[in-house]
């Protein structure tokens, strides 16, 4: 029976590794899209950003929920993450949202106990990033709809 459990325990491990690398994997490839096709693009598309950052979302909170080495309690919510009231806000938001997969990134290239820290904040920050990108986006999408 203890076999048998160990056997179950190295799955579980083994699958919940593979959930980890494709949500870390996705959200640098949904991030690199997104920023290669806003920067390319003259005008913005609302619809496709509110559903690259809400993936994005999801991916950086199961990776927080599956991550414990990632959870800090210390860690508090931005307060100066404002929402963007129009296209060259929107930009600076994406770009700042950029940044932080990108922080998170190089800070999971060597998660060591003192940079866990590290790693949880700048998760935290794309989380909260582009949940406030998302609800920007909506807006703005209903505001273009109004015109």
């Known amino acids: 029976m203890a076999l048998d459990r160990l056997e179950k325990d190295d799955k579980a491990l083994s699958e919940l590794v593979e959930k980890l690398k494709t949500d870390f ?17 003259l005008s913005l598309n609302y619809t496709k950003i509110a559903d690259s950052v809400g993936e994005m979302s999801q991916c950086a909170k199961r990776l927080k929920a599956n991550m ?7 860690v508090d919510k931005d307060p100066k993450i404002q929402e963007a009231v129009d296209d060259t806000q929107l930009k600076d938001s994406l770009t700042k949202l950029d940044v932080a997969v990108s922080d998170f990134v190089k800070s999971m290239s060597v998660v060591e106990a003192k ?4 790693a949880a904040s700048d998760l935290n920050s794309v989380i909260q990033l582009s949940d406030s990108v998302k609800r920007s986006v909506q807006k703005l999408s209903r505001y273009a709809e109004k015109r």
Do not use: A, W
């Not at 996705?26 to 096709?37: A, G, P, S, V």
């Not at 940079?115 to 590290?118: A, D, F, L, V």
């Open 115 to 118: 940079n866990s820290g590290k």
């Open 68 to 74: 414990p080495v990632l959870t800090n309690p210390d």
């Open 25 to 41: 994997r996705r959200l640098q490839t949904i991030d690199n899209e997104m920023m290669r096709e806003v920067s390319t693009s």
